[in-house]
């Protein structure tokens, strides 16, 4: 907008307000970005063997943080593939396995309400296991 005083024309103060609020707002939302693309993952997933929690072709929020508790799904990168799995123990905790697909942790049989059918057969991990947390 121009403004035009006893035949001199100058730059109405409003025009530039506006570009430094286009400015400001371009760069807050280049700052917001960035820090989501931090914390914030987005996927599709891929499989059914988080079924019935998570469907394949469903997609995914996920958000990081710190500290993984039992229960928590987690989403990891092995080799070039990405897994999502539900945390059932942690560093230090002794896990086994019955002939009948039941779960015990620290000699606690968990609850796994999630869980429709068991998963039966023949494992590579010797029975009971100690979780071993390794971090790069």
């Known amino acids: 907008m121009m403004v035009k005083t006893n035949n001199h024309v100058e730059d109405s103060p409003v025009k530039g307000d506006k570009h430094k609020k286009k400015v400001i707002f371009f760069m807050l939302a280049i700052v917001i970005a960035l820090f989501v ?3 914030v993952y987005v996927f599709k997933i891929t ?3 988080m079924s019935p929690s998570l469907k394949s072709g469903q997609l995914v929020v996920a958000v990081k943080k710190k500290e993984i508790k039992q229960g928590d799904l987690i989403a990891f990168w ?8 539900r945390v059932i123990a942690g560093p ?6 019955d002939m009948k697909g039941n779960v015990s942790v620290n000699d606690k049989k968990i609850n796994e309400s999630y869980i429709h059918k068991k998963s039966l057969g023949k494992s ?8 071993v947390i390794i971090r790069a």
């Open 92 to 97: 230090g905790d002794k896990v086994e396995i």
């Open 47 to 49: 499989s059914s063997t």
């Open 124 to 131: 590579d991990i010797s029975m009971p296991h100690n979780i």
């Open 37 to 39: 693309s931090q914390k």
């Open 78 to 85: 092995h080799g070039n593939k990405l897994l999502v799995k």
